[in-house]
């Protein structure tokens, strides 16, 4: 991959965090890149293109992140707070998940982007439901709770935790992380 196009792809990805899907232009990016619109062009002939492509960067960063976790050290019981935490460092300081950004704009999506933010959002859960499993099957979560709910659940409180830290702080955005810790034993 060309250097130009990893930054835009990376730009793009900043821009999806911090405005959402629909709130850029090729003009904006050019001019934070210092470029052309036709330089943006010639990377991704029209935004879809990008977009699928930045969805794609993220469900690479997902899968990583996952196997990362799978094949730690860390005890089975704890990679499921565990992936929660590499996935929440992975946002810059006032970031939200991009994967929430996008779906927050679902309904202005191209049906080839809708597609990609319903494979990056059955991921997102399918990843979690399993390193949960595999903490039940090592002690963990005695309940005979619904694993799929259960990692719903800790996906939208750890994103609400997210949008709720941008504008009470640090020290409510830990609070919830401590409650969805004692959650998970």
Partial sequence: ???????????????????????????HLAK??????A??????EKK????VTVCERIQK?????YTVIKESTVAAEEKPFAFILRRITFLEQDGVCPISALQADYQELSP?????????????VDVLVDLLKDAKKHGSLQSTMDLEALAILLI????GALQYKRVLGEAFFHKILEQLKELLK
């Fill in 48 to 51: 879809e293109d990008l977009g």
């Fill in 39 to 44: 330089s943006i062009h010639y990377h991704f």
């Fill in 32 to 37: 934070e890149l210092g470029v052309t619109k």
């Fill in 61 to 65: 960063g997902l899968g990583e992140a």
């Fill in 112 to 124: 080839a982007m809708q597609e990609k933010v319903q494979q990056l959002s059955q991921m997102e």
């Fill in 1 to 27: 991959m060309t250097n130009r196009k990893s930054q835009i792809i990376e730009l793009t990805l900043k821009n999806i965090q911090e405005k959402g899907f629909t709130s850029f232009s090729y003009d």
């Fill in 156 to 159: 939208s409180s750890t994103k």
